[in-house]
């Protein structure tokens, strides 16, 4: 952040999309406390914030009567939270644009902070309307983004608020700077070997992300769901397992593809397999191209297991996205939990590791061994986009 924030009015947009219980009491505030170290910095250097965020769907979750569920999706319920950990005044307006918004910011003293009502309570927000963005612009000296994880959305506050700001006057926060510099440590001359794991339910999800890996892997691993789609490209028996036929050409393709760039592409060589998607079904384990009829499979089987950590532990470079099986099943977790191990012990031995895009950050988060992986993201579905090396709006919008 290679701005002067002193006597400024800095225009954060954060990601303050936190659940709340039945009490609007916050049950997660992970995702606050990481813009923390921005916020603080800002009023440190001398500056004032002002914080925009939204909070939940609420143009998607009307009440009854179509009107906004104000008091559901109100930001004012993180007020006392913020002012606690801030140990400053923390104002809050209930409009992110208008009169009032423009009087509170216009008042604001260094180290003062106001936070803006939701800005999805706009149409406008989700349809980035410029002249929305424009009265947003209006309320800061200076605009930082640190929500990458809404940084794949064109929206208002969070791409084109920036066009207002001169590139002197626009930076990207700490989050989302660290998201960025450790997705591009993947993406951009990378220690080899680099092994790139892909997991989850959907090949039609995680296509474009393969395609991608095969420009740096040496070794692409294939667990989930989405394996047996694969196995089904190869003719392989799948019983009832989850399968895409609508994308077994495509599986095709990128196997042919693989071959022909030298990148090995390893599918789990047996599976654990339920006779039912239930936590309690009956389990067999089978060849993952032998799945007798009645069987689906559901996690993959010890031998694969085995020989995907092997890989793993003597690679110097790792991306994780996706979970090997239905790990939300304590059955059907433990080729996850292998290969989470796994991962911890490389980065251990001092390999780069980095986990994101999805329900395999999850699976990291319940093994507890987030601190054993070099970075994992919190970015979710704009941390998938950037990997597949999509240009994110949000980034752009900084940059240009
Ligand atoms: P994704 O969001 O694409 O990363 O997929 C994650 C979901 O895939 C999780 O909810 C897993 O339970 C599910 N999943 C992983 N492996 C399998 C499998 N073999 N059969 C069915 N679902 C699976």
Redesign the pocket.
């Given at each position: 952040m290679n701005i002067n924030f002193k006597g400024k009015r800095a225009l954060i947009r954060v990601d303050f999309n936190v659940p709340l219980d039945q009490e609007y009491r916050i049950t997660d505030d992970t995702r606050i406390r990481e813009a923390l170290p921005t916020i603080r910095y800002i009023l440190d250097a001398g500056g004032s914030v002002i914080l925009m965020s939204h909070l939940g769907r609420p143009l998607q979750k009307l009440n009854a009567d179509g009107s906004i569920n104000r008091e559901k999706f109100t930001l004012k319920h993180l007020v006392a939270y913020l002012r606690r950990k801030l140990k400053t005044r923390v104002y809050f307006v209930d409009d992110c644009v208008g009169k009032k918004a423009r009087a509170k910011a216009a008042a604001l003293q260094p180290g003062q902070v106001l936070l803006l009502e939701n800005t999805r309570f706009h149409p406008e927000e989700e349809k980035g309307d410029p002249e929305f963005a424009r009265q947003l612009a209006q309320l800061g000296d200076v605009y930082v983004n640190d929500a990458f994880g809404t940084a794949h959305r064109a929206h208002a506050s969070t791409a084109v608020v920036a066009q207002y700001f001169s590139p002197e006057n626009k930076c990207f926060g700490f989050l989302m700077q660290r998201e960025i510099e450790n997705a591009d440590r993947v993406l951009k001359d990378p220690a080899h070997p680099v092994t790139c794991i892909v997991?989850?339910?959907?090949v039609s999800?995680?296509i474009v992300l393969l395609e991608r890996f095969l420009q740096f892997a040496d070794a692409i691993v294939i667990?989930?769901?989405?394996?047996?789609t694969f196995f089904l490209a190869k003719r392989g028996a799948v019983g009832k397992?989850?399968v895409e036929p609508d994308r077994v050409k495509s599986a095709r393709e990128f196997l042919k593809k693989a071959k022909a760039s030298g990148v090995k592409v390893m599918l789990p060589k047996d599976?654990v397999c339920g006779d039912r998607?239930a936590a309690d079904a009956a389990i067999q384990v089978h060849r993952s191209d032998q799945i007798p009829d009645g069987w689906?499979?559901?996690?993959i089987g010890p031998s694969a297991s085995k020989s995907f950590a092997r890989v793993i532990r003597q690679s110097k470079t790792i991306v994780w996205?996706?979970?090997?099986?239905?790990?939300?099943?304590a059955p059907?977790a433990e080729g996850?939990k292998a290969i989470a191990r796994a991962v911890a012990r490389a980065t251990a031995k001092g390999a780069f590791s980095m986990v994101g895009?999805?329900?395999?950050v999850a699976a990291v988060n319940q093994l507890k061994l987030a601190k054993k992986i070099s970075f994992v993201s919190t970015g979710g579905g704009a941390m998938l986009e950037y990997l597949e090396g999509r240009e994110l709006p949000g980034i752009a919008a900084i940059r240009s």
């Open positions: 997991g989850g339910a959907k999800d995680k667990g989930g769901a989405m394996a047996y397992s989850l599976s998607f689906m499979g559901l996690d996205n996706g979970p090997m099986g239905v790990f939300e099943m059907f996850t895009g999805g329900d395999s």
